[in-house]
């Protein structure tokens, strides 16, 4: 199921669902058990409860071992999403970091579409992608020296960070000329199929979070893309 179509399930069950049965747990385990194919599922209806006990490294396995079927499709961007991106990429920059970038479908877009150099980051040690340099690292600790890429992106990862400040804070450490963020329109509930921490219903949160004066912050068919130069 494609980012597209999982959005419009949410933001209708998110909005004309009453919301004590939305956030009922007979209501929700259902949906839990198809979407993690039956496995772990309490773990994950009581992920919000359950992180607060975790160390990080506990934290970075939940994440390398997620079997669900999000992790089936190709990307987490919806299509409103890349074509908002490529179309504000910088066009001074002569590369970009991926920061969270999977398999790295959003920076085979970026090398088909600009000319870019390309440079992804994330957790797991292998990810399976040709024709771009990769880094092993974390969201928290990047392992980049300031200003190190001209361009920084990263997609669906700060709602699911714990330390979002220090997230946030490391993104705008190693970014040098832009920063783009891509984080769902969403309200808090605590049942949510996506592990998420952090909410964001209204622009206003995101752009006050992050704290760059150059910025705008784009509705992408229920995410937000938030994009911020440094000139």
Same mark, same amino acid.
């Given at each position: 199921? @494609?980012?597209?179509?999982? &959005?419009?399930?949410?933001? $209708?069950?998110?909005?004309?669902?009453?919301?004590?049965?939305?956030?009922?747990?007979?209501?929700?385990?259902?949906? $839990?058990?198809?979407? $993690?194919?039956?496995?772990?599922?309490?773990?994950?209806?009581?992920?919000?409860?359950?992180?607060?006990?975790?160390?990080?490294?506990? $934290?970075?396995?939940?994440?390398?071992?997620?079997?669900?079927?999000?992790?089936?499709?190709?990307?987490?961007? @919806?299509?409103?999403?890349?074509?908002?991106?490529?179309?504000? *990429?910088?066009?001074?920059?002569? @590369?970009?970091?991926?920061? /969270?970038?999977?398999?790295?479908?959003?920076?085979?877009?970026?090398?088909?579409?600009?000319?870019?150099?390309?440079?992804?980051?994330?957790?797991?040690? &292998?990810?399976?992608?040709?024709?771009?340099?990769?880094?092993? /690292?974390? #969201?928290?600790?990047?392992?980049?020296?300031?200003?190190?890429?001209?361009?920084?992106?990263?997609?669906?990862?700060?709602?699911?960070?714990?330390?979002?400040?220090?997230?946030?804070?490391? !993104?705008?450490?190693?970014?040098?000329?832009? *920063?783009? #963020?891509?984080?769902?329109?969403?309200?808090?509930?605590?049942?949510? !199929?996506?592990?998420? !921490?952090?909410?964001?219903?209204?622009?206003?949160?995101?752009?006050? !979070?992050? /704290?760059?004066? &150059?910025?705008?912050?784009?509705?992408?068919?229920?995410?937000?893309?938030?994009?911020?130069?440094?000139?």
């Amino acid at each position: 199921m @494609n980012r597209g179509f999982t &959005n419009r399930i949410r933001i $209708f069950m998110d909005n004309y669902i009453p919301r004590s049965i939305r956030d009922s747990r007979w209501f929700m385990y259902p949906f $839990f058990w198809y979407w $993690f194919k039956g496995k772990k599922v309490r773990l994950y209806m009581d992920f919000k409860k359950e992180v607060k006990n975790m160390s990080e490294e506990e $934290f970075s396995r939940c994440y390398k071992e997620l079997d669900c079927r999000a992790t089936d499709r190709a990307t987490d961007l @919806n299509k409103a999403s890349i074509e908002t991106m490529l179309l504000n *990429l910088d066009k001074e920059s002569t @590369n970009i970091l991926d920061v /969270g970038c999977g398999r790295g479908y959003w920076l085979n877009l970026v090398k088909e579409k600009t000319n870019l150099s390309i440079h992804g980051c994330d957790v797991i040690k &292998n990810p399976g992608f040709a024709n771009s340099e990769y880094t092993e /690292g974390s #969201i928290l600790n990047l392992p980049f020296p300031d200003n190190a890429f001209d361009i920084v992106t990263c997609s669906h990862t700060i709602e699911h960070i714990p330390d979002i400040k220090k997230a946030i804070s490391e !993104l705008k450490r190693v970014a040098k000329r832009q *920063l783009i #963020i891509v984080t769902p329109r969403q309200k808090y509930f605590y049942y949510t !199929l996506d592990l998420h !921490l952090h909410f964001f219903s209204e622009q206003q949160s995101l752009i006050e !979070l992050i /704290g760059i004066d &150059n910025s705008k912050c784009i509705d992408c068919g229920g995410d937000w893309c938030y994009i911020a130069t440094f000139k």
